[in-house]
């Protein structure tokens, strides 16, 4: 009996090793790129190293899962008790229970994600995928009474409650549980399904990456390998466009530029993205998805940046890594988002000690979130800053007070007075004769003050030195914002970070400098 129970064993590990070692074959005989087949070995590679995320990627699937099954059972087990009090329920009702239980989950998926959130949708996809098997298992189970049991309970005058406890339902606990086995699979399959729907990866981003990869083919000779790993703008949703770091910096200046606070989001839940996203959808705002702590260094570094969003659930070293960002780059905002669970508590305590501004906590403040996080912002904090110091510099008229407003809310980057003109709703010519009157200083020195105010802030972090200041707030070089400084405050860029935004505004009033525009 052992012999054969080993060989029963063995034989399927067999079948697999030999088809894992033929599939292995091929692709390395063929020389299949992995993006179309990858290799059993790449395979086995990615599992260790992204172990991480993918465990705790299963434990929100199982997690849903788990939920989905136990609101199926209870609902499903209440309902066919129901069904089996009456019979005309159960002949109007029962009927449809089958029909939808046939019904394909990917069918239904997408119309549940265009009125649920992407959350919602995946729980309920697999709650009704687990329902329907339960329901008609436990209604038929509850029918299928042996007559000759039924005969004795008659016989010795049992009363209906006394049929129903003692005959019906452990009658129908078979069929219970091989309608429990079969929704319990069908739960996990109804999530995975409803989880490639509702990703970012599905859907109408795929047919997006797809016609750009054709393009890059068709349009610029590439091969499809390199138009696969060429980097990409993604501008197939309306909720915002989402950036490739790999895109040359005036790409990406160039959507930064486009209006609404820079958000970089750290983290690999498709929750915590599609939050974010949702809050700060496109012309309101801009997201960076940085998935590691070194893409999150980098966008730092290259773009100015007005909050940063650490999703802190099942943290890693490479999390914590990320948030240390936070003491290096004071000027700009971190926020923990968290379920806020009893275990999360060293977690929100860590970040507390690392300077972050706040805590977020998840599927409460989700709703409010935008207005939570938009006053911290860099730019936000640095336009209220600066509100009052129009009456200092004396612009008075409400065409100067309001592009005094429009040019501080830029943070410190270039700003086009053809483009300031428009957004007034006045002319160029009208615009600069505005600041040449009644002893203002000229346009041209207001927006150099602006972004000097705005470099001496960022060099206050010890993350920045002079040319990543200059490259964030889009200087031409290290000594374009030197010239600057000297003209508008009599002082380098290296002596910034020592003076107040009051330093600089006196010193601008007194006249060290003059604007050579």
């Known amino acids: 009996m052992t012999l054969n129970r080993l060989r029963d064993a063995l034989v399927p590990l067999l079948v697999l090793l030999l088809t894992l070692g033929v599939w292995e074959a091929i692709v390395a005989y063929k ?12 395979i086995a590679v990615k599992l260790v190293e992204d172990r991480a995320l993918l465990f705790s990627s299963l434990l929100v699937t199982l997690g849903v899962t788990l939920k989905a099954l136990v609101i199926a059972t209870i609902s499903a ?47 309920v996809c697999a709650f009704l995928v687990a329902f329907f098997p339960i329901l008609s298992n ?48 069908l739960a996990l399959i109804g999530a995975i399904v409803a989880e490639l729907a509702a990703g970012a990866s599905g859907g109408r981003r795929i047919l997006a990456s797809v016609a750009q990869c054709m393009m890059f ?49 750290y983290g690999n839940r498709d929750r915590v993205r599609d939050a974010i ?8 705002g801009h997201v960076l998805a940085c998935r590691t702590a070194a893409e999150l260094g980098v966008a730092l570094n290259r773009l100015l940046v007005d909050l940063v969003i650490v999703d802190v659930a099942g943290p890693t070293d490479d999390t914590w890594k990320a948030a240390a960002l936070a003491a290096d780059y004071p000027c700009t905002a971190f926020f923990a988002w968290s379920p806020l669970r009893v275990s999360d508590a060293g977690s929100v305590a860590r970040c507390a ?43 008075e008229s409400a065409v100067q007070r309001r592009a005094w407003r429009w040019i501080v809310s830029r943070g410190g980057r270039p700003v086009r007075t053809d483009l300031l003109a428009k957004a007034l709703g006045v002319t160029r010519e009208h615009l600069s004769r505005s600041f040449a009157t009644a002893g203002a200083p000229n346009l041209k020195r ?8 705005a470099a001496a802030e960022l060099s206050k972090s010890p993350g920045y030195d002079a040319a990543d200041v200059a490259r964030v707030l889009e200087f031409a070089s290290p000594s374009h914002l030197t010239s600057t400084a000297q003209r508008v405050c009599g002082t380098r860029s290296a002596s910034l970070a020592r003076l107040r935004t009051g330093d600089i505004i006196e010193r601008f009033k007194e006249g060290r400098g003059r604007s050579r525009g």
């Open 77 to 123: 087990v209440a309902l066919a008790l129901l069904l089996a009090q009456s019979k005309w329920l159960e002949r109007a009702l029962l009927p449809f229970a089958i029909i939808l239980q046939v019904t394909p989950i990917i069918a239904i998926a997408p119309l549940l994600l265009i009125y649920l959130s992407p959350g919602t949708a995946v729980l």
């Open 446 to 453: 207001v927006i150099d003050l602006v972004r000097v105010i």
């Open 31 to 42: 020389n299949i790129p992995s993006y179309i087949l990858p290799a059993p070995s790449a």
């Open 277 to 284: 996203r949702r809050a700060f959808p496109r012309r309101r």
């Open 353 to 395: 000690g690392l300077g972050f501004t706040d805590v977020l906590a998840e599927g409460i403040d989700d709703a409010a979130f935008r207005d939570l996080v938009t006053p911290k912002a860099f730019t936000a904090r640095f336009a209220a800053a600066l509100e009052p110091a129009h009456a200092v510099l004396g612009l």
């Open 217 to 265: 083919v068709a349009d610029f000779g590439m091969s499809l390998e390199e138009a696969a790993h060429y980097p990409r703008i993604d501008v197939s949703g309306p909720e915002g466009c989402s950036a490739d770091l790999r895109l040359p910096e005036e790409t990406l200046a160039a959507l930064v530029a486009d209006g609404g606070p820079t958000v970089a989001a």
């Open 138 to 185: 436990t209604a038929l189970g509850l029918a299928s009474v042996d007559h000759g049991l039924q005969d004795v309970f008659d016989l010795y005058h049992a009363t209906g409650w006394q049929k129903f406890l003692y005959l019906r339902l452990p009658s129908a606990l078979p069929q219970f549980l091989a309608g429990l086995r079969i929704g319990g699979g």
